[in-house]
């Protein structure tokens, strides 16, 4: 007769989440020569797209990138923003005991509406959060009507 084994329910969950957060994440080995490994997610910014009457907005988190790494463009009705947050130098002395900020290359891209007058696109940067807005276009506007529902 088998040996009776008792479950744990805890053990088990800790188990599947260690196994998912590998799903996500790739390994480096620090830099100091030591055998650490530490676990970097890859990232990429939280963005919001919203739309008025006149123009669609994305707003991008982007905190701890700075101006010149960012860059916003358009080819052939796809929206791309792309980018770097840069990890902090290496400085003598310095131990690290956790490191949880994520940090590297990132690109989104969003497909664009037919309304959306892409030449008109403008971008500001202000307090880590990139704010694109992207006009419609006025024809787009004037052949919006609401339909009768019966």
Request: charged share 40%.
């Amino acid at each position: 007769m088998g040996t009776l084994t008792l479950w744990n329910p805890r053990k088990e969950l800790e188990e599947l989440e260690k196994r998912m957060a590998s799903l996500f994440s790739r390994e480096s080995v620090s830099q100091d020569g030591e055998n650490e490994i530490i676990k970097v997610t890859d990232w990429s910014p939280s963005v919001d797209v919203t739309e008025n009457e006149k123009e669609y907005l994305i707003t991008a988190d982007a905190p701890g990138v700075k101006r010149e790494d960012l860059k916003v463009t358009v080819e052939e009705g796809v929206l791309m923003i792309s980018g770097e947050r840069k990890s902090e130098k290496e400085e003598k002395g310095k131990k690290f005991h956790k490191v949880e900020r994520s940090y590297g290359r990132f690109a989104r891209s969003f497909t664009l509406p037919e309304d959306a007058e892409d030449e008109k696109l403008s971008a500001q940067f202000k307090d880590g959060v990139l704010t694109v807005h992207l006009p419609k276009s006025a024809e787009a506007k004037a052949k919006s009507k609401e339909s009768k529902i019966s």
